[in-house]
């Protein structure tokens, strides 16, 4: 998907939804992006799958059903939530409008989209009046993932929410604000709704 912000943004709304008060939620939210701090493949630690006809997914199912027993504890829940978010906004963003495009004007189109998240960062932050909470690394039992990064990845959203007026009043290039809202409203309302069905 798109930025830390944008999960934080995200695991904000649904806890407010689905009244969560744990900082274990919103670090979860984020985990599946530690592939990051520890080198390894996205593919690992979001169950990326293929489907039938060849594209690429998370498989938040998959995810599900693996770690079953441990779904009621909030780190869960809010990987789980990612993985969601995931798949909603590459269908939403990425493959509308990025996937499909030739190159050289693929690479150049995934430029301007990783500079807007810089820019949004600042502009989420501002629309959800969210704020930093502090969150405790816990010994977490995700083979996917090794926990022990863990806070680097929390340093990095720290350092997004510092640094969050650097770009914020600059314009966007690919993403639209309105748009950007729209996906994830629409992932706060399907993550609901997929927890009381699963």
Request: charged content about 35%.
């Amino acid at each position: 998907m798109g930025s830390r912000i944008m999960h934080y943004c995200i695991s904000a709304r649904l806890a407010k939804e689905l009244k969560i008060d744990d900082d274990q939620f919103f670090l979860g939210g984020i985990a599946p992006d530690v592939n990051k701090n520890m080198k390894t493949p996205k593919t690992i630690s979001h169950f990326v799958r293929t489907n039938n006809e060849g594209q690429i997914f998370a498989d938040y199912l998959g995810f599900h059903e693996k770690y079953l027993r441990y779904m009621s504890e909030p780190f869960y829940l809010g990987y789980f939530f990612h993985l969601i978010s995931d798949v909603i906004w590459v269908e939403e963003i990425y493959y509308k409008k990025i996937k499909w495009l030739p190159q050289p004007d693929k690479k150049e189109a995934q430029l301007k989209y990783y500079r807007d998240f810089w820019r949004l960062n600042g502009k989420l932050i501002d629309y959800y009046s969210i704020e930093y909470r502090p969150m405790e690394v816990k010994s977490i039992e995700i083979e996917e993932i090794d926990y022990r990064y863990l806070p680097e990845l929390i340093k990095d959203l720290e350092n997004d929410f510092a640094m969050k007026d650097e770009a914020k009043e600059q314009e966007l290039e690919i993403l639209e604000f309105e748009e950007v809202i729209a996906v994830l409203e629409r992932t706060v309302r399907e993550c609901v709704e997929i927890s009381m069905k699963t």
